[in-house]
C-alpha cells in the first residue's frame, strides 16, 4: 500500500523499529503492548512501580490478601507451638483454637493488643514479638505505597472510542477524534500528536512505517471542554485516498500521544491511547458533548464523549 509520496521517519517509530506487528503499538488504556522476557526474578524497582500504578481493585486486593494470608500463617506457628501458650484463648475445639490464635495474630501485627490474649513462655513471645516488628514494617510500607498513589501527578483523560472520517471545513474531510479531562482540575499548556503506523512490502519484506500527521491544532492553552483533535485529508494528507479495505490490509494503527501540564500538581502529565483500523468509522460526526444548563452554566456530559450521527463525507 502506497501511503502518499511521504515516507516513514525513523525518529518517529515509537520504539518498534521497522519491524512489521500484528498488534497495537499503544494499548486503549496508554500501557505500552510489549511483553518483556529474560528480566531477573527479584525486581525491586518493578514491584514498587507495578503496585504504584495499577488499578485501585488489584492493589486492594494484594493488600487485603497479603493481611490475611499473614494472620493464617502466624496462626498456624501459634497453634503448632502449643495453644496453651496463649493466655485467654479459651475454645473448646480445633477450630475455636485457631481464630482466637488469628485474631491475637491481627491485633500483634497491627500493635493494637486488646490485652485480652497474651502470649507466654520464650518461644511464644519471640514469635509475637517479630510477627510486631514485620507489622511496624508492612504498615509503613503500605502507608507509603497509599500516599505514593494519591501524590502520583496523572492525567485523567477520556478518549472517544472511535475515529472518525468527518466532513470537515467546506467540501473536505478530516480524520477526528475527541477528548475532554475527566477531573475537576485545570490542564493548561496541551500539545498533542498522533503517529500514523501501518505494514508495508519492501523488497519483498514486511515492514512498519511510522510518521506523525499533521493536525489542525496541536496545542490547546487550557483545556475547559472537550477537544477535537482533526487532521485534515486534503492535498497534503499522505491519507488523503485512504480506504477503510487499505488500511485494514495494512494492519493500520493511529498512536496518540498527549502532554499537559497539571495547574494542581504544578507538574507536566501524560496520556495515550491508540486507535485501530477497525475503530476507524467512516461517514459520521460527533455529537456535542456540552450544551447550556438552565442557569446558562456550561455542561460537559463526559458521558457523550464518544457518541456520534451518520455524516455524508462524499467530496463536493
Do not use: C
Not at 499503544?26 to 500501557?31: P, R, T
Not at 502507608?143 to 475515529?163: C, D, H, M, Q, W
Not at 502532554?259 to 500538581?265: G, I, P, T
Amino acid at each position: 500500500m502506497a501511503i502518499g509520496k511521504k515516507a516513514g521517519n525513523a525518529e518517529d517509530d515509537l520504539g518498534f523499529g521497522r519491524e512489521a506487528v500484528r498488534q497495537r503499538t499503544i494499548n486503549k488504556d496508554g500501557s505500552i503492548n510489549v511483553t518483556r522476557r529474560g528480566l531477573p526474578f527479584f525486581r525491586t524497582t518493578d514491584i514498587y512501580n507495578h503496585l504504584i500504578s495499577m488499578s485501585w481493585t488489584r492493589f486492594w486486593v494484594i493488600i487485603v490478601s497479603g493481611y490475611l494470608v499473614t494472620n493464617l500463617f502466624f496462626a498456624a506457628v501459634y497453634n503448632l507451638t502449643g495453644i496453651q501458650n496463649l493466655r485467654g484463648a479459651d475454645g473448646g475445639n480445633s477450630i475455636e483454637h485457631y481464630y482466637n490464635a488469628f485474631f491475637f495474630s491481627a491485633q500483634t501485627l497491627s500493635t493494637v493488643g486488646y490485652g485480652h490474649i497474651s502470649p507466654k513462655g520464650f518461644v511464644t513471645n519471640t514469635i509475637a514479638a517479630f510477627e510486631s516488628m514485620l507489622g511496624l514494617l508492612a504498615f509503613a510500607l503500605a502507608t507509603g505505597l497509599l500516599y505514593g498513589r494519591f501524590s502520583r501527578p496523572s492525567a485523567k483523560i477520556v478518549f472517544s472510542e472511535n475515529l472518525l472520517v468527518a466532513p470537515y471545513l467546506q467540501g473536505e474531510r478530516g480524520l477526528m477524534f475527541r477528548l475532554a479531562n475527566m477531573r475537576a482540575n485545570t490542564l493548561i499548556d496541551l500539545d498533542v500528536s498522533v503517529v500514523f503506523s501501518y505494514n508495508e512490502e519492501v523488497d519483498g519484506k514486511t515492514v512498519r512505517k511510522f510518521f506523525p500527521l499533521a493536525l489542525e491544532r496541536t496545542k490547546a492553552n487550557i483545556l475547559t471542554l472537550s477537544w477535537t483533535v482533526v487532521h485534515p485529508l486534503n492535498d497534503d494528507s499522505p491519507l488523503r485516498d485512504i480506504t477503510q479495505e487499505e488500511l485494514e490490509r495494512s494492519n493500520a494503527n493511529f498512536a496518540v500521544l498527549l502532554k499537559a501540564y497539571d495547574d494542581a500538581f504544578s507538574e507536566t502529565v501524560h496520556s495515550r491511547t491508540s486507535y485501530q483500523y477497525d475503530e476507524v468509522v467512516w461517514g459520521a460526526r460527533f455529537i456535542p458533548a456540552f450544551y447550556a444548563g438552565e442557569d446558562g452554566k456550561m455542561i460537559l456530559d463526559l458521558g457523550k464523549i464518544s457518541d456520534f450521527a451518520q455524516a455524508d463525507i462524499s467530496l463536493s
